[in-house]
T-cell receptor, first 111, second 114 residues
Framework: RKEVEQDPGPFNVPEGATVAFNCTYS??????FFWYRQDCRKEPKLLMS???SGNEDGRFTAQLNRASQYIPLLIRDSKLSDSATYLC????????????FGSGTQLTVLP | EAQVTQNPRYLITVTGKKLTVTCSQN?????MSWYRQDPGLGLRQIYY???????DKGDVPEGYKVSRKEKRNFPLILESPSPNQTSLYFC?????????????FGSGTRLTVV
């Protein structure tokens, strides 16, 4: 089993749609959780850190469910500019020495 | 501007010819790391460094070397490149390890070994 698993997609949604991505992690000792966005052939960029209390940044909401080891990402009112690959990232150890990346979920927002 | 700078952006080389990919950050970050990204495999960590003169192996260290003589620089060295090291490489840094600030990535180096 992969340490971080994501729906690979692709997700093709119309503008204005709400889309939810799943991410599960296998190591219960993981301490820090992130969602990153990666545009084609470019570097990953931090979208948000994820906490048990939930985190909302405009149209983006993420929540950490430690009991289920599940980190969903919700995107509301999708824009064309949201088209990208979304990476779920988890640290393995308390010191966050090693990041483990999911393979990414590809999103295309259609006009 | 706060950034992580990698060079070169693109490199084509031949098998066995030593090369170095440079990485520099101007944010006084303690933690730096190298990743490679391959289709279907995602990003995998090669080496990381907690601070000057402190480095450790990641998941796929074979065939690579690193050094951290200065806080700002973390070069990746391929002593004898092979075609299976053809990949997209990213350097990343973070203020410290063990935080929720996330990591800043360089723009990537696309390496082809023929």
């Amino acid at each position: 089993r992969k340490e971080v698993e994501q729906d690979p997609g692709p997700f093709n949604v119309p503008e204005g749609a709400t889309v939810a991505f799943n991410c599960t992690y296998s190591n219960s000792a993981s301490q820090s959780f992130f969602w990153y966005r990666q545009d084609c052939r470019k570097e990953p960029k931090l979208l948000m850190s994820v906490y048990s209390s939930g985190n909302e940044d405009g149209r983006f909401t993420a929540q950490l469910n430690r009991a289920s080891q599940y980190i969903p990402l919700l995107i509301r009112d999708s824009k064309l500019s949201d088209s990208a690959t979304y990476l779920c990232v988890v640290t393995r150890m308390r010191s966050a020495r090693q990041l483990t990346f999911g393979s990414g979920t590809q999103l295309t927002v259609l006009p | 501007e706060a950034q992580v700078t990698q060079n070169p952006r693109y490199l084509i080389t031949v098998t066995g010819k030593k090369l170095t990919v440079t990485c520099s950050q101007n944010m006084n970050h303690e933690y730096m790391s190298w990743y490679r990204q391959d289709p279907g495999l995602g990003l995998r960590q090669i080496y990381y460094s907690m601070n000057v003169e402190v480095t450790d192996k990641g998941d796929v260290p074979e065939g690579y070397k690193v050094s951290r003589k200065e806080k700002r620089n973390f070069p990746l060295i391929l002593e004898s490149p092979s075609p299976n090291q053809t990949s997209l490489y990213f350097c990343a840094s973070s203020l410290v390890a063990g935080n929720n600030y996330g990591y800043t990535f360089g723009s990537g180096t696309r390496l082809t070994v023929v």
